[in-house]
Each structure stands twice: as structure tokens, then as C-alpha cells.
């Protein structure tokens, strides 16, 4: 791995993602991508939350969830010279597997989601992954049984194994000669709506210095951590996040959503340190001044309007999700309680509307 001499980062960072003017993270590859970092902790809490709280483990949704969406990914990802390769069942394409394995596992572990590495392989029916430091196991089980169907074309499962406390054997296996038929999702292009983000950039490999300045990257454990608090993060694919709520609300119901909003909400008035990083004395759109290079959105709008506080984000990752992290990290700032309701009154724009109430 080469690093930047500006700046210390992997200098594929900058080839691989856009730091955009919106308030988001935009992948440089054919399906442009967006992505958004979040806590490992905070992703982990929200899925256990909505477990504990269902009384139903919902690994098995986040797997099947990813499966779909990580195919996607994975067709756009690929260079050209493997997504050419021969696959199918007349011809193993081991070789082509290892190298797409190696392609895909180095570029998660840039992202945060640890490493990975092909432990067993037998071309048409089974495949075994070791997994070191995953950020979520089924979420890359999803993906890895993704990649297996697109280049094996049969249809698979997979479950995963715990074999020491941060290591785990992901099993996929063959279940059906064909592949499920796959949706045609039309890709529809999104449009952000503009912003005047302006982030310092590093002048050799072009990542924001908020960004080289506030994380840290051991590209070989795969493991991205904030450099002051110490706090894990990952760089999520916004899709495969939506994709995941989707799943858990088809299955939950309706209340699903708002649910979730609360768990952030809570989650996040309690690991923000925003009192230690925002000074006495700031405006309140200063207190989420790391959303646009998070790629979490663009806070354009803050004011109190009859005692209560209303903050606009432009392009949020998921509104009712950015919703909840506005009113935690509000709530972190003054030591108080909120009552929280939001809307998109425009495409692309969450008004999040909150009152105090302790
Ligand atoms: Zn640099």
C-alpha cells in the first residue's frame, strides 16, 4: 500500500471517492456510489436494539437484505478485466475468484469493514471466508454470497461461525443449480440537491483534511478509527444501509422506522462529544459541522421559532435516521430531553422540528 506524502492517507482513497460541495461521499465507480461513515457501535446498536426490542434476531434479514444489494455493488466495483472474465458453470473460474475476492476484500478493508480472506474454495458448490474484525458479520456474508452467485451463477446460502472473539468462518454453499432471478432494478439517478460545502483538500491525493485529520486508517487490519476519541467507524454504502431498514420494516411493520429513530436518538445523545469538540458559544448548525464530510448531509438551516428548534439537512443518508442523530446530538449539547418530528417538505431536504421537554 503506497501513502500519500501530503497527507498520510492510502493514496486509492482519493481515486476511489469523491468529497462533493452536497454533503456527500460519492464512490468513483460506475454506479456512483454513496457513501456515508457511521459507528460501528451505532450500526450495532440499532440492529440489536430492533432485536431486543422485536424478541427476534434480525442477522438473517440483515444477511438477506445485503445479498441483493451486494450483487449490485459488486457488477459495478469490478475492472473491467473481471467483470469479463469467464464464469459460469462450464468454465471454473477459480482464478478469476481469487482475484475478484482480492480486488473486493482490499477495497472493504479501505472502507473499515476488516479483512477478509478466501479460506476454501470449490468452484461450484462451496466456499468458506475467514473474517477478521468485521463490522457486521451478515452484512458481509450477504456480500460474499453475492459475489459467489454472480460468478458461479447458482444459488446459495450462508451462515457464519464465531471462532475466536473477532474472527469468524462464513460458510456459503451451493442450494440451487440456478441463481434466484433478480430483480431488474432500473438505477435511478439521484439528484442531490446542490450545496456550498467548501472542505480544505489535500493538495496531492485531493481527500479533506477534516477527513485525513479526523480518522485513522490500518488499511491491514481494516479497521478505520476517529484519531481523537478513538471511536470505530465504517464507510457504509448508503444503499445497503436503506436496504437493511427496508427488510426490517417489511418485517416489523410501521412502527419499524420510527423505532429506529428513537434507538439513534438515544445512541447518539449518549456516545456524542459534541460538548468537547464544538466550543461554548456556537451556533447550533456548528454543532453537526463533521455531517458533510461524514457524508452524513448538508446542514443548511438552524433557528427557534416559538421555543422550538428547527434544523434543515440537505441530502440526508436516510431522513428519519439523520433525524434522530440531530435530536441526540442536540440533546448531548444542552443536557436536555426532546421530543422529536421531522419531515421532507422539500425532495432531498429533512426539517427536523424538536422541543424541549425536560
Ligand atoms: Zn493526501
Not at 12 to 35: H, N, V
Amino acid at each position: 500500500m503506497r501513502y500519500c506524502k501530503g497527507c498520510g492517507f492510502p493514496v486509492p482513497y482519493g481515486k476511489f471517492l469523491a468529497w462533493t460541495s452536497d454533503g456527500t461521499i460519492i464512490g468513483r465507480d460506475a454506479a456512483r456510489t454513496r457513501l456515508v461513515y457511521i459507528e460501528v457501535d451505532e450500526l450495532r446498536s440499532l440492529y440489536d436494539g430492533v432485536s431486543r426490542l422485536m424478541n427476534s434476531p434480525v442477522d438473517p434479514l440483515v444477511y438477506r437484505a445485503e445479498k441483493e444489494v451486494g450483487k449490485r455493488f459488486i457488477k459495478t466495483l469490478l475492472p473491467a478485466f473481471l467483470a469479463k472474465a469467464p464464469r459460469g458453470k462450464l468454465i471454473r473460474p477459480e482464478a478469476a475468484i481469487k482475484a475478484t475476492s482480492k480486488y473486493i476484500f482490499n477495497y472493504m478493508a479501505g472502507l473499515g469493514m476488516g479483512r477478509a480472506e478466501v479460506y476454501e474454495y470449490h468452484s461450484g458448490d462451496h466456499s468458506r471466508v475467514l473474517l477478521m474484525d468485521p463490522h457486521s458479520v451478515p452484512l458481509i456474508a450477504g456480500d460474499g454470497a453475492g459475489v459467489f452467485e454472480f460468478m458461479e451463477r447458482v444459488g446459495v446460502q450462508a451462515g457464519w461461525q464465531r471462532i475466536k472473539a473477532d474472527e469468524y468462518i462464513v460458510t456459503i454453499q451451493k442450494v440451487s443449480e440456478e441463481p434466484p432471478v433478480e430483480e431488474e432494478f432500473a438505477l435511478e439517478e439521484i439528484q442531490y440537491r446542490p450545496g456550498n460545502v467548501q472542505m480544505e483538500k489535500c493538495t496531492r491525493c485531493g481527500v479533506p483534511i477534516a477527513v485525513t485529520g479526523s480518522i485513522y486508517l490500518n488499511f491491514e487490519k481494516g479497521i478505520l478509527r476517529h484519531s481523537k476519541t478513538g471511536v470505530r467507524l465504517v464507510a457504509m454504502p448508503v444503499q445497503s444501509f436503506n436496504a437493511v431498514v427496508r427488510e426490517l420494516s417489511r418485517e416489523f411493520g410501521a412502527a419499524l422506522p420510527g423505532l429506529m429513530e428513537g434507538l439513534e436518538q438515544k445512541y447518539t445523545r449518549e456516545a456524542s462529544n459534541v460538548r468537547e469538540t464544538v466550543p461554548p458559544g456556537s451556533s447550533i448548525l456548528d454543532m453537526f459541522h463533521d455531517f458533510p464530510w461524514m457524508g452524513t448531509g448538508n446542514p443548511v438551516r438552524a433557528n427557534l421559532e416559538g421555543g422550538k428548534v428547527v434544523i434543515a439537512i440537505d441530502n440526508p443518508f436516510h431522513p428519519g435516521i439523520v433525524a434522530g442523530r440531530v435530536a441526540g446530538i442536540y440533546e448531548a449539547w444542552t443536557g436536555s430531553i426532546v421530543r422529536t418530528t421531522w419531515i421532507e417538505d422539500v425532495p432531498g431536504r429533512v426539517t427536523v422540528t424538536l422541543e424541549r421537554v425536560a
